[in-house]
């Protein structure tokens, strides 16, 4: 409900946000850990500093062929609903190949916090080695240092509380 909450505040119409974001392709439904695991791919495109959500599809089915990566699209960072890389995640890839020195901004990561049900952990690729977090969208609220490598878990200041990011190579 916190998340919800959030995203209605930062929205403020939840109509509007519907449309800015997008809903799922498929709801989840109960399953043994209470919930069915969800699998997400979100595509951003640039300018690479303030990256826009250009699509974004979930399946309950992992081999889905619409999660798979279109030749243009690199695999950028995976976000997961619980500390350990599980859980409910959303894998984020860009139009602009790997990290570089500029890297990608995600400014509104809303979509991707309602779809794994708050951001808890996350793997990088290609080249995503440094990484920075807010909790406010557009890079607001309170920062972290510049972080290096994986995200077991994201500490109890930004867990459930990413709501934009920014990512590079050093």
């Known amino acids: 409900m916190r998340i919800l909450n959030r995203f209605l505040a930062v929205a403020g119409l939840s109509a509007v946000a519907a449309g800015l974001l997008g809903a799922p392709a498929q709801a989840a ?3 043994a850990h209470g919930k ?40 950028l960072i995976t976000f997961f609903e ?25 400014s509104d990561l809303t979509g991707v916090q309602l ?11 290609n080249n995503c080695n440094v990484q920075r977090l807010y909790t406010d969208t557009y890079y607001g609220g309170t920062a972290s240092g510049a972080l290096y490598g994986d995200r077991f878990y994201v500490g109890d200041t930004f867990n459930d509380n990413v709501w934009s990011m920014r990512v590079w190579h050093n």
């Open 36 to 75: 069915e695991i969800r699998y997400c791919k979100t595509v951003v495109d640039g300018p690479k500093e303030a990256s826009k959500v250009v699509s974004r599809t979930c399946s309950a089915d992992k081999g889905a062929p619409a999660l798979a990566a279109a030749p243009a699209e690199t695999v």
């Open 82 to 106: 619980d500390a350990g890389y599980v859980g409910y995640y959303d894998s984020v890839y860009g139009k602009y190949g790997a990290c570089d020195s500029s890297g990608y901004g995600f």
């Open 115 to 125: 779809g794994v049900n708050g951001i808890s952990s996350y793997y990088y690729y």
């Open 29 to 31: 439904t109960p399953a």
